[in-house]
């Protein structure tokens, strides 16, 4: 069974790059069937899509994130990475990493971790 | 970009009802919507792809249905585990778009 645990720092300043990492285990992070993207939850509020990357490299962004978000891959790691910048409050949110199947959604989650944006 | 509504948005149920709530989708998606249940503190958890498949593990008191458009999530007979925020998205093609997502607790 997949396990995804994402890590990184809770408080960012504003202005400031946001950058956290997923590590996967219990699955092949090069696995040709999967997609692995970040997906993020202001506080009471719904889910936001932001990324999905494939193995190989191909990313996918949202048009709503994408001047200022970049995701990557490191497959001899089992990590993938998300970094947004120019950070504001507004990005303040639980940040999730899951797993996409292109043929079901987001089959696997990992806990999500809160990202404060304060100075 | 295509955008998903769900209602309502809160449902009160007592244990043993069943409950229902609906997605809509501002274009046609074909079957290519899942459902989601969330507990406070924890991340989502795939429910149903497909529309109406049943992801593994999932009981059988959960449902779905619909194409195209319009879809349904059942719970035929509510139990108290399944207390949670429930959200609909739409798989087919990037943005990967969320319901706003219906809160469904105990009377």
């Known amino acids: 069974q997949p396990q995804l645990q994402e890590s990184g720092p809770g408080l960012v300043k504003p202005s400031e790059t946001l950058s956290l990492i997923c590590t996967v285990s219990g699955a092949s992070i090069s696995s040709s069937s999967y997609y692995w993207g970040w997906i993020r939850q202001p506080p009471g509020k719904g889910l936001e899509w932001i990324a999905n990357?494939?193995?190989?490299?191909?990313?996918y962004y949202n048009a709503s994130l994408k001047s200022r978000v970049i995701i990557s891959i490191d497959t001899s790691e089992r990590q993938f990475s998300l970094k947004l910048s120019s950070v504001t409050v507004a990005d303040t949110a639980v940040y999730f990493c899951?797993?996409?199947?292109?043929?079901?959604?987001?089959?696997?989650w990992g806990q999500g971790t809160l990202v404060t944006v304060a100075s | 970009d295509i955008q998903m509504t769900q209602s309502p948005s809160s449902l009160s149920a007592s244990v043993g009802d069943r409950v229902t709530i609906t997605c809509r989708a501002s274009?046609?998606?074909?079957?290519?919507l899942a459902w989601y249940q969330q507990k406070p503190g924890k991340g989502p958890k795939l429910l149903i792809y497909g529309g109406s498949t049943l992801q593994s593990g999932v009981p059988s008191r959960f449902s779905g249905s619909g194409s195209g458009t319009d879809f349904t999530l059942t719970i035929s007979s509510l139990q108290p585990e399944d207390v949670a925020t429930y959200y609909c998205?739409?798989?087919?093609?990037?943005?990967?778009?969320f319901g706003q997502g219906t809160k469904l607790e105990i009377k």
């Open positions: 990357i494939y193995y190989s490299g191909s990313t």
């Open positions: 899951a797993r996409y199947d292109a043929a079901a959604g987001f089959d696997y």
């Open positions: 998205q739409k798989y087919l093609s990037a943005p990967y778009t």
């Open positions: 274009q046609g998606i074909a079957n290519f």
